[in-house]
């Protein structure tokens, strides 16, 4: 089955700096890689995903870029806040499958 | 419109007895999916279903555990005979399809005593 590796399991950051995580994956044929963010207390929520077919997607200050072939993925927080602070998990999938989930990175962004 | 939501919101029960977890998933979604968050841990898949089978149940952590799905609507994940390493946020998550975005619901707290 799939496996996903997610680095680093904590980041903190000084606000307005960029801050970025990685996540490996080991079924070639994974297509769908979302991103949730989950504050503390509350329930995950989708903030950017991409598909196999592009290689990268931004979506104001987040960005999500995509190495099939190295099979690695990467979310990109540029200008980063205070709110940003929260677990972010990356995941995978194929098809029509379920999604596994890498290990969640503790992002504090420090004023 | 009416998002994912799950009952109870917690539940503190006492070892040796049995729980019911209720989700009710977004109208017309067909895919619904549980998972366990132990406290500052990730995401622990536990079982999906695409409608009301559940093809795979091998997610789930001992034969206590047990889950349905009736008229692709409502789930409850069934706990037997609670042990104090069940306690943990249980997440109930629904999708239109298999493979698709994930909407999660709040969760339900069980702490076992």
């Known amino acids: 089955g799939e496996n996903v590796e997610q680095h680093p399991s904590t980041l903190s950051v000084q606000e307005g700096d960029s801050a970025v995580i990685k996540c490996t994956y080991s079924?070639?044929?994974?297509?769908?890689f979302p991103w949730y963010k989950q504050e503390l207390g509350k329930r995950p929520q989708l903030i950017i995903d991409?598909?196999?077919?592009?290689g990268e997607k931004k979506d104001q200050r987040i960005a999500v870029t995509l190495n099939k072939t190295a099979k690695h993925f990467s979310l990109h927080i540029t200008e980063t806040q205070p709110e940003d602070s929260a677990v972010y998990f990356c995941?995978?999938?194929?098809?029509?499958?379920?999604?596994?989930f890498g290990k969640g990175t503790m992002l504090l962004v420090s004023p | 419109g009416a998002g994912v939501s799950q009952s109870p919101s917690n539940k503190v029960t006492e070892k040796g007895k049995d729980v019911e977890l209720r989700c009710d998933p977004i109208?017309?979604?067909?895919?619904l999916y549980w998972y366990r968050q132990r406290l500052g841990q990730g995401l622990e898949f536990l079982i999906y279903?695409?409608?009301?089978?559940?093809?795979?149940k091998s997610g789930l952590p001992s034969d206590r555990f047990s889950a349905e799905r009736t008229g692709e609507s409502v789930s409850t994940l069934t706990i037997q005979r609670t042990q104090q390493e069940d306690s943990a946020v249980y997440l109930c998550?629904?999708?239109?399809?298999?493979?698709?975005?994930?909407?999660f619901g709040p969760g339900t707290r069980l702490t076992v005593l």
């Open positions: 991409i598909r196999s077919n592009v």
């Open positions: 998550a629904s999708s239109a399809q298999l493979g698709n975005e994930q909407f």
């Open positions: 079924d070639s044929a994974s297509n769908y």
């Open positions: 109208s017309g979604h067909t895919a």
């Open positions: 995941a995978a999938s194929r098809g029509y499958s379920t999604l596994t």
């Open positions: 279903f695409q409608g009301n089978s559940a093809p795979d």
